[in-house]
Structure formats: C-alpha cells, structure tokens
C-alpha cells in the first residue's frame, strides 16, 4: 500500500530538535555583552517560534529597556555569529533520524519551513546529518514572508512539486505559527505535543496531535483514513 502523503513540511525548533538549552545558552551570551540578566531556559521556551530578530526583542523587553530599531540589528548580529560557536548543537528528539529516513526511503519528499535563519538551519542540518533528506528548506530570512504566512509554506511545497494535482502534502510543527500557515497553505498539519506551543496544544487546532515522532507514519496513516 502506497504511503498517501507524498510530501511532508517540517518544522525545525520544537518539533525535530530541542533546541532551548542551546539557545538559551547563546542568548544570555548576547544579554551579557550587552549588559543585561540572564534568562532561564523556561522564559526563553515561551520565545521560540518568531524568528530571531522577534527573540532578541523579546529577551531585551524582559531584562530591562526595549531593544530601540536602531540597536536591533547589532544585537542580532552578535547573536547570529556566536551561534555554534563554542556548544554543542542541539538534540534530536527521540526517533526524528529514523523516521525521517524511513520517510525518504519511501519516496517522501521533505522540506522544511522555518523561522530560523537559513544560513544556521543549513548548517545546523549539516551537523546533525540530515541535509541530504530535504528537498526544499525556507529559512525566516529566504523571503519577504515567514510563518504564520501561509506562503512560506507554500513556497516550499512548490520546491517539493506538492502544491496541487494528485501531490498530498502536510505540515509537521509544534505551535501556532505551524498551524496558521498550514491552514493558509489549504494543507492538514500534525502538532507533536512535546515542542514550543506557547498554549495548550490541544488548542492550536491541528488535525492531529502526536506525543512521539516515531508515532508520525502511522499518524498520517490515520489521517488520510479519517480525510
């Protein structure tokens, strides 16, 4: 029987990677240079999700005065150029690299839709190993738009030869930005339950709602069943 998703939408913080402790740590090297308090890892969770310039404005907001327009880009840039720099990258979740794989070695084509920087997702990707499964990556930098915008997305799926037709394509995420854009994208989204959900994630209105990565095959499965 044919996998009935021909094409699936990642996105990266939160969802394959657990990415706070190290961004955490990479932002209160950047708070410090500039003067200002840590912030606990907790705090930083409710942060993730906007893009890195959204982050540091956020992080500034809550230690002290708010970051001014013109003081934006020299804190990001400080931010973007140590990330990696001296720490470990971050953690797959619990079977991301083989589902993954498994995904591709069915014919599944991958992308992925971030907020994150192109250039660090690139190589953040080619850290862990996993460049070569996706056909497609959009970094919050790679256009105009990001998510919530539903183009983001489609931009993707349209690198992936998934916007129309027989192609059956879905967005795996962790937050509302996730949703929205797949909502806009007129395709089904799956939020994993263990990511960056800044709300019950019962009440971000995915179709689907996963504890486990390794669950996300035979989830789709069910989906289409259900569809």
């Known amino acids: 029987m044919p996998f009935p998703f021909q094409a699936l939408v990642f996105d990266l913080d939160g969802t394959l990677i657990d990415s706070a402790p190290d961004m955490t740590r990479v932002l209160n090297r950047t708070l410090a240079a500039f003067d200002r308090p840590a912030l606990t890892e907790a705090q930083v969770r409710t942060m993730i999700g906007d893009g890195s310039a959204v982050l540091v404005r956020q992080a500034f907001a809550a230690t002290g005065a708010p970051l001014q327009d013109e003081a934006v880009q020299p804190v990001l ?47 953040l990707l080619g850290i862990l190993g996993l460049g070569h499964l996706f056909g497609a990556v959009a970094g919050g930098d790679t256009l105009p738009v990001k998510k919530p915008d539903g183009r983001h997305l489609t931009w993707v799926l349209e690198r992936l030869d998934a916007t129309g037709g027989a192609a059956r394509a879905a967005m795996i995420g962790d937050n509302g930005n996730d949703v929205k854009a797949a909502r806009s994208a007129g395709v089904p989204v799956v939020a994993m339950s263990y990511g960056y959900p800044r709300m019950p994630v019962e009440d971000l209105g995915a179709d689907l709602i996963l504890d486990r990565f390794a669950d996300l095959p035979d989830g789709l499965v069910r989906l289409a069943e259900a569809g």
């Open 77 to 123: 840039r400080h931010y973007l150029d140590t990330y990696y720099d001296d720490s470990e990258p971050p953690v797959l979740y619990a079977g991301v690299a083989e589902t993954l794989a498994a995904l591709a070695e069915r014919g599944v084509r991958l992308g992925l839709c971030t907020n994150k920087p192109e250039n660090i997702t690139r190589k």
